[in-house]
């Protein structure tokens, strides 16, 4: 490996400035202005990506398992059921341990935002890493079609670099489990080793 290589892999300065960065639109524009913002970032990324067609609900299962779907393309995601997804590691891991490593604790803003976004979206997300990718998940699935069917994302937990958890409120978790096919024990079995665990199905 060149010097070259070896700084572009290992240097933090982009995560941390990219965290500092979003930080310094929360002091502008407050939680909301940064939520906005987030979600704004992530469907613009969701609607640059290609357009994918298949035939059957096992085609795509396996597109996703192999890496090959845009609903792959920024995590490491593994279907566990026909229809349950879990992310297996947070993709802004490093970014986190960079920052909490180097300046200290996680500001409390990117729990506000996560808060903000929980009253007016969906109440699943811990902090800001989760209003990027839940947004981004959504919307790439706008993109997805399945015999001839757009596909849609719901999610069910996440949990934060730190161990947070976040799980989708008790009325709604019946019908998420039952859209997933897996049982409240394979949830909490699932959240000791994944960082995310969500429901992908075809639009009714």
């Excluded at 572009?8 to 002091?27: G, H, K, Q, R, S």
């Excluded at 524009?29 to 992530?42: F, T």
């Amino acid at each position: 490996m060149t010097n070259e290589q070896h700084m572009i892999e290992d240097n933090p300065i982009v995560d941390i400035a990219t965290y500092l960065f979003l930080e310094d639109i929360a002091d502008k524009q407050g939680a909301a202005g940064m939520m906005n913002y987030l979600m704004s970032l992530a469907y613009s990324l969701a609607r640059s990506m290609p357009e994918e067609e298949y035939s059957t609900w096992e085609e795509f299962r396996e597109a996703l398992r192999r890496g090959e779907s845009i609903l792959a393309a920024f995590e490491e995601v593994e279907p566990v059921s026909d229809h349950c997804i879990v992310t297996k590691e947070n993709p802004f891991l490093r970014g986190w341990m960079e920052y909490t490593k180097r300046i200290g604790e996680f500001p409390s803003i990117h729990r506000e935002v996560a808060e903000s976004y929980n009253s007016r979206i969906t109440p699943t997300a811990v902090d800001t890493h989760d209003v990027i990718l839940q947004t981004y998940r959504k919307s790439a699935a706008e993109r997805i079609r399945v015999a001839g069917k757009r596909i849609k994302v719901a999610h069910i937990a996440t949990v934060s670099p730190d161990g947070t958890k976040k799980i989708a409120p008790e009325e709604w978790l019946p019908i998420l489990l039952e859209k997933a096919r897996i049982s409240r024990t394979q949830l909490n079995m699932l959240l000791r080793n994944n960082s995310a665990v969500w429901v992908v199905y075809p639009e009714e």
